[in-house]
């Protein structure tokens, strides 16, 4: 069975950064798109970013200029860089994949704590 674990989560204080990690227990060439969502308390989930092969980077206007989403295929791991963080950006995050032939995606991790104090 396929497995994404996120790490990285913490708390910090507001305009400090953090980054998580998502690794998976196969080649992640394997996934067509690859995203973080994020759940804040009390919240529903919210996608932060994702990124497909082939494209670009997206990003939730809340975080643009902040987040950077990247990948290392030699690792199998995908990479959640945060910086500028918010107490608005205190969540549970998860990551999620997807393969060339699904719609949705079916793939997803356990989540990350992050908390962001003022």
């Known amino acids: 069975q396929v497995q994404l674990v996120e790490s990285g989560g913490g708390s910090v204080q507001a305009g400090g950064s953090l980054r998580l990690s998502c690794a998976a227990s196969?080649?992640?060439?394997?996934?067509?798109?690859m995203r973080w969502v994020r759940q804040p308390p009390g919240k529903g989930r919210e996608g932060v970013a994702f990124?497909?092969?082939?494209?670009?980077?997206e990003y939730a206007d809340s975080v643009k200029g902040r987040f950077t989403i990247s990948k290392d295929n030699a690792k199998n791991t995908l990479y959640l860089e945060m910086n500028s963080l918010k107490p608005e950006d205190t969540a549970m995050y998860y990551c999620?994949?997807?393969?060339?032939?699904?719609?949705?995606?079916?793939?997803w991790g356990q989540g990350t704590q992050v908390i962001v104090s003022s």
């Open positions: 999620a994949a997807r393969g060339p032939s699904d719609p949705d995606y079916k793939i």
């Open positions: 196969i080649s992640i060439n394997n996934f067509y798109c």
């Open positions: 990124i497909c092969d082939m494209s670009t980077p």
